[in-house]
C-alpha cells in the first residue's frame, strides 16, 4: 500500500515542533543501500543517515545481535556491568592502540563532546581552543563549542573562555594555546561545514602545540570515525595520538551510541561521581556497536572504503561542472561550479539517490561502508547525467 507523502509531511507539522525543516520524504523500510518511501519509490541511500549506517539498513549481523540482545538483556544502567559494555570498551581500547584508553558510553556526538568539555576542566584550566565553521552539537556545552555563528548567536550567552580560530592556521593556534589552554577541540575533516580538509601536517602541528602546552588534544571523530575515512578515527594518517578522542554516528551501527575515549594521562582524571548518563553503554545499542565493528574488520571494509574513494575521486573529478571532489575514504565533498548543490541534492532524490547539500557549493556523500562496486558505479552514472542537466 502506498501514502502520498503529502499525508506524511501534514502530520508532521501538526505534531513535531519547528526545528526541522518539514521532510519531504517518508521512509518505509530498508535493505543494504536500497531505501523505500511510502509511496513506493526507492532510492539508492548515498547519505547512511548522515554517516551513521556504516552497515547500512537491516544488515543481518546488526539485526541478530539486536534481537538476540534485546530478548535477553535490554538495559540495566551503569549500577551494573555487563559483557557487552565490557567487549566494546576493550574492543575500542584496542582500536586505539592505547591500553591506558578509557571509554567513557553515552548516546550522541553532543553528549560525547560535553563530557570531553568537562573532562578538560578537571585540569584546572579553563579556556578552550576551537575552530571555525567545526560542528561539535547543539547542546549548550557542545553548542559553545560548535563554531558556526548561525547556530550559535540565537542562544548567547554561551560558555565564557572559547575561542574559534581560522581552521587550518597553525600560526593561529600557536598564538593562542598557552598554558592556561584546558583543551583544544579539532574536527579531522569538517563534516558539516562541507567535508573540508585541513592541509597535510595540520594536526600533527596542533599535537606538538598541545604536547609543548599541556592543553589536551580533543579530536572530535564523531562524523569521520568508525571506518569512515579509511581508518578508524580520522586521525591515524597524520601518525599522531591524541588525549581524547568522541565518537558517535557511525559507532552505535544505526542506534544511538556515543563515546568519549580519554587516552594515556588524561584517563584518570574523572573520578566516581564526576559524569554519568542513564542509558550510557545500553546493552543493545552495544550489541550493534560490535556486531558493526566486527564486519567491519572480517570484511576489510576500511581498505573498500579507501579504493571507492579512489573510484569516486577519478571519476567525478574529470566531469564539467565539479571543481574538485575532497574527504576520505566515504566522507567525501563534491564540489560544484556553481551553487546549485540544493537543486543537484533534488535532482538526484528524484533520479533515485540520496545525498545532501551542506553548503550551496557542495555535495555530500557519505553512503554505508558496504557499498559494492556495482552501486559506487550506479551512483557515479546517476550523478553525471543530474550535473549535466543541473550543473
Ligand atoms: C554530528 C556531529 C556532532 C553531533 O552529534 P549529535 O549526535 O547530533 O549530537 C558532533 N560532532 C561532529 C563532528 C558531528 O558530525
Redesign the pocket.
Known amino acids: 500500500m502506498t501514502i502520498p507523502a503529502e499525508t506524511f509531511s501534514k502530520r508532521w507539522e501538526s505534531a513535531l515542533q519547528y526545528n526541522y525543516g518539514r521532510p519531504e520524504l517518508t521512509l518505509i523500510s530498508g535493505k543494504g543501500l536500497k531505501i523505500t518511501d511510502s509511496e513506493g519509490n526507492t532510492y539508492l541511500d548515498f547519505l547512511g543517515g ?2 551513521t549506517n556504516v552497515l547500512g539498513h537491516a544488515h543481518p549481523a546488526i539485526v541478530k545481535a539486536v534481537s538476540e540482545q534485546i530478548s535477553t538483556l535490554g538495559h540495566v544502567s551503569n549500577f551494573f556491568s555487563h559483557p557487552g559494555v565490557l567487549a566494546l570498551a576493550e574492543k575500542l581500547q584496542e582500536l586505539t592502540g592505547d591500553s591506558s584508553a578509557r571509554v567513557f558510553f553515552c548516546n ?6 560535553e563530557a570531553a568539555l568537562k573532562l578538560s576542566r578537571k585540569t584546572g584550566r579553563e579556556r578552550i581552543v576551537a575552530t571555525q565553521g ?6 549548550m556545552g ?1 553548542l559553545s563549542l560548535t563554531g558556526q555563528p548561525s547556530k550559535r548567536d540565537p542562544f548567547k550567552p554561551l560558555l565564557p573562555g572559547i575561542v574559534h580560530l581560522p581552521f587550518d592556521d597553525l600560526e593561529a593556534m600557536r598564538k593562542k594555546v598557552t598554558r592556561k589552554t584546558a583543551m583544544v577541540i579539532i ?1 579531522p575533516i569538517l ?2 561545514a562541507g567535508v573540508i580538509m585541513p592541509s597535510p601536517g595540520y594536526l600533527s602541528g596542533i599535537r606538538a602545540i598541545c604536547n609543548a602546552t599541556g592543553a589536551l588534544m580533543v579530536v ?5 570515525g568508525m571506518g569512515r575515512t579509511g581508518q578508524w578515527f580520522g586521525y591515524e594518517h597524520e601518525g599522531i595520538v591524541p588525549d581524547v578522542v ?1 565518537l ?2 557511525g559507532l552505535g551501527g544505526g542506534l544511538p551510541l ?1 563515546a568519549m575515549i580519554a587516552l594515556g594521562g588524561t584517563s584518570h582524571l574523572f573520578q566516581p561521581g564526576d559524569h554519568g548518563t542513564t542509558f550510557g553503554g545500553n546493552p543493545v545499542a552495544c550489541a550493534s556497536a560490535l556486531a558493526a565493528i566486527d564486519v567491519l574488520e572480517r570484511k576489510s571494509l576500511l581498505k573498500q572504503a579507501r579504493d571507492h574513494e579512489f573510484t569516486i575521486k577519478s571519476s567525478l573529478s574529470q566531469l564539467p561542472g565539479v571543481k574538485e571532489v575532497r574527504g576520505m575514504g566515504l566522507l567525501l565533498g563534491i564540489v560544484l561550479e556553481k551553487e546549485v548543490a540544493p537543486e543537484m541534492k533534488n535532482a538526484l532524490q528524484s533520479a533515485g539517490v540520496l545525498v545532501n547539500a551542506p553548503t550551496p557549493h557542495v555535495i555530500r556523500i557519505a553512503p554505508a561502508l558496504i557499498v559494492s562496486t556495482a552501486e559506487v558505479k550506479k551512483f557515479i552514472s546517476i550523478f553525471s547525467k543530474v550535473l549535466a542537466v543541473h550543473g
Request: proline share 0%; glycine share 14%.
Open positions: 548522515i554517516a550522541s556526538g553532543a553528549e560525547a563532546n567545526a560542528f561539535h552539537g547543539r547542546t557542545a574536527e563534516g558539516e572530535d571523530a564523531v562524523q569521520t568522541t558517535a554516528k556515543g
